[in-house]
């Protein structure tokens, strides 16, 4: 109990701290702003508070299942959610179209203060115990504006909880200050995925070799996102007794960094990394006690899941205001059972995504077991994301395929989704 006053201390100061930028008046995020202030003080805002306080959840036999949000992430989700439909999904055209992130977005996105949440208390940030489910609900929001942003945004957040989870006590108080300090988090792109056909992010080509007090990596990685802009990589690598993750400097001798154009994800970059001989520090491995490598690519796979949650939410909204305005023989074209089955399909393919998803980061924030759920949640959320994508384009016919409307763009990036290992972390 002594510790609430001091996350909650934390977490207003960074509300302070957007709510004196110029920018949310642009945005008219003022009114958002105040109110999360407002509802800060009055219920602690931030769920890193409520963690500390450690008082279990009491349930009676009769107690129905109940997946409704907290006030917290409700108002957590609404001020993101605001921030997507204001500021990203105005920008995700253009930034598609030049393929970078704006940097007034980056700068945005660190006052937001989204990596606290990757860093614990102890070192001034916010992230408590069970923080899984609320980072998968902060890229939901944020992916409604757009995925392949919201990815760039969540980059400064992925490599602290990466760090937190997989880190040493020592290494984590070496690194993770930075993410929380008033200059913009380092930038670092996790990689994980390989060139290789069927890629199986359990059997890494990519070699780590104990030599003297250093590691020497050898290997190859593709799409990576971020990495071109990247000053740190944390790269995963076999070991010879397993796998294992390194954090690598971006100008270490033998590393060569190159773009790697993909039909999707244009916005945040993706980049193809060799690595020749190059010597990592042995205290550059991220030397955690408990490391589970099967766990570190679960937590990466429900954060892109949660990325298609959000941008297939776009769509469905998107396609329902469009099939109700749009007519065809004097009526609008929803009232064709054709084009209401499939509205309709997106619906529940959605639903179900997302309480897979849900029901997988529930389960790893109570300590349970959750592969056996995050496999599940990525098998569905691959196959339907494209679906979805698929369905959205064909609902808008010719116009789904020209970049008049985001339907093509939704379309590329959904399917990433079936693709990607690495690059985030709940």
């Known amino acids: 109990m002594p510790m609430f006053p001091n996350a909650q201390g934390r977490a207003l100061a960074v509300l302070n701290r957007v709510a004196?930028?110029?920018?949310p008046d642009r945005l008219k995020l003022r009114k958002v702003f105040e109110k999360l202030l407002y509802g800060g003080a009055r219920a602690g805002?931030?769920?890193a508070a409520r963690r500390v306080r450690k008082v279990p959840r009491q349930s009676g036999a009769d107690e129905l299942f109940d997946l409704s949000l907290s006030d917290e992430q409700r108002m957590l989700v609404e001020m993101l959610e605001a921030f997507a439909r204001q500021s990203l999904c105005p920008a995700a055209h253009d930034a598609d179209a030049r393929c970078a992130v704006p940097a007034a977005l980056l700068n945005q996105g660190h006052e937001l203060g989204l990596a606290h949440y990757g860093v614990g208390e102890n070192l001034g940030g916010l992230a408590g115990e069970r923080t899984i489910l609320t980072n998968a609900l902060m890229a939901e929001a944020l992916a409604k504006g757009d995925l392949s942003l919201a990815a760039a945004l969540l980059a400064p957040l992925s490599a602290a909880n990466c760090i937190r989870?997989?880190?040493?006590?020592e290494q984590q108080a070496a690194w993770l200050p930075a993410f929380v300090g008033e200059q913009p988090a380092p930038p670092m792109a996790i990689a994980v995925n390989e060139p290789a056909v069927l890629f199986d992010p359990g059997k890494l080509a990519t070699r780590?070799?104990?030599k003297g007090s250093s590691f020497v990596l050898t290997g190859e990685k593709c799409l990576v996102p971020g990495a071109l802009d990247a000053s740190r990589l944390i790269v995963a690598a076999e070991t010879g007794s397993g796998p294992a993750l390194f954090l690598v400097e971006a100008g270490s001798k033998g590393l060569d960094l190159r773009p790697e154009p993909a039909m999707g994800l244009k916005a945040c970059g993706t980049a193809r990394i060799r690595l020749k001989g190059v010597k990592v520090p042995a205290a550059n491995r991220l030397a955690a006690v408990d490391f589970d490598y099967r766990s570190f690519l679960d937590l990466g796979h429900l954060a892109w899941c949660a990325l298609a949650l959000g941008t297939a939410q776009a769509a469905l909204d998107y396609v329902i205001g469009y099939c109700n305005e749009r007519t065809a023989f004097g009526e609008p074209i929803s009232h064709r059972q054709g084009v209401a089955f499939m509205v309709a399909d997106i619906a529940i393919e959605?639903?179900?995504?997302?309480?897979?998803?849900w029901r997988a980061c529930a389960r790893a924030d109570r300590g349970e077991a959750?592969?056996?759920?995050a496999y599940l949640a990525r098998l569905l959320c691959a196959e339907k994301a494209m679906k979805i994508g698929t369905d959205t384009v064909q609902l808008l016919g010719g116009h789904g395929f020209t970049q008049e409307h985001p339907a093509e763009r939704w379309y590329r990036d959904l399917r990433a989704v079936a693709l990607m290992s690495g690059g985030l972390h709940l």
């Open 165 to 169: 989870r997989w880190a040493s006590a």
């Open 208 to 210: 780590a070799r104990r």
């Open 350 to 357: 959605l639903d179900a995504m997302r309480l897979m998803v």
């Open 370 to 373: 959750f592969g056996r759920e």
């Open 20 to 23: 004196q930028a110029h920018w």
């Open 45 to 47: 805002f931030m769920l």
